[in-house]
C-alpha cells in the first residue's frame, strides 16, 4: 500500500493557509500530530510518501518535529506494521537541513529528487552502495548484489541487513530486496 501526503495541505489544515512555509516547532508539531492521526489507520506494510513539492521552506526545527520525529516512531520497537517512508518535492537546501537532522539524530530515509532515489541521513558507506545498487537494478538478490560489487556474500547481507532494518529497502517473499519506490500516480492514493 503507498499513501502520498500532500505536506502542503497538512500545514493548510493545522494552521495558516496563506504560507507556504515550514517554520518553529510548534508548527511542525502540529503538522506531524496531523499525519501521524491520517497514518493511524494504515496496518500492515506500507510506504508513505511525504510530497514537499509545494512547500517553500522547511527549517531545522520542523524537519526535525515532521521528519525525524515520524521516523523515530515508525522504527520504535513498539510500532505496528512497517512503515517505509519517503520523502520528495525537496529542493537542494531543503535537502541538505532534511539530511543534516537526519544525520545528527542518526536516521536516515530514501529520497527521489529527479527522478532518482537517494539516501539522506547517516548510512553506512557500504550500505549507501548497496541502495545505489539495488535501486539501479530495481530489485536484486543479495548473491546478485555480491556479484555485482565483488564484495563477500556477508558484507552484503550485512549492508541489507541494515538497510532493512532501518526500512530503507524491503524484502519481498522471495529474498529480493528493492527501494520503496513510487509506483504511477494513479496508483497512489492521496491523503490530504
Not at 493548510?12 to 493557509?17: F, I, M, T
Not at 513498539?78 to 520523502?87: I, Q, R
Request: net charge negative; charged share 25%.
Amino acid at each position: 500500500m503507498i499513501t502520498q501526503i500532500d505536506v502542503l495541505n497538512v500545514l493548510s489544515r493545522v494552521g495558516s493557509g496563506s504560507h507556504r512555509d515550514l517554520v518553529t516547532r510548534s508548527t511542525g508539531r502540529a503538522v506531524r500530530t496531523s499525519i501521524e492521526m491520517e497514518l493511524a489507520s494504515i496496518t500492515g506494510r506500507a510506504v508513505v510518501v511525504l510530497d514537499f513539492s509545494s512547500v517553500r521552506i522547511i527549517d531545522c526545527s520542523c524537519a526535525d518535529e515532521i521528519v525525524a520525529k515520524l521516523l523515530q516512531s515508525s522504527l520504535a520497537p513498539d510500532a505496528g506494521g512497517s512503515t517505509f517512508f519517503l520523502v520528495r518535492g525537496l529542493d537542494d537546501h531543503q535537502i541538505e537541513d532534511i539530511a543534516e537532522v537526519l544525520r545528527r539524530q542518526q536516521l536516515a530515509l530514501v529520497a527521489e529528487s529527479r527522478g532518482s532515489l537517494t539516501l539522506l541521513g547517516e548510512v553506512a558507506d557500504q550500505a549507501r552502495l548497496a541502495f545505489q545498487r539495488i535501486c539501479a537494478r530495481g530489485r536484486a538478490a543479495a548473491a546478485d548484489l555480491a556479484a555485482d560489487l565483488a564484495w563477500p556474500l556477508e558484507d552484503v547481507n550485512a549492508a541489507l541487513d541494515e538497510l532493512a532494518h532501518r526500512r530503507l529497502v524491503m524484502r519481498d517473499d522471495e529474498a529480493l530486496y528493492r527501494p520503496p519506490a513510487l509506483p504511477a500516480p494513479e496508483q497512489c492514493p492521496s491523503v490530504t
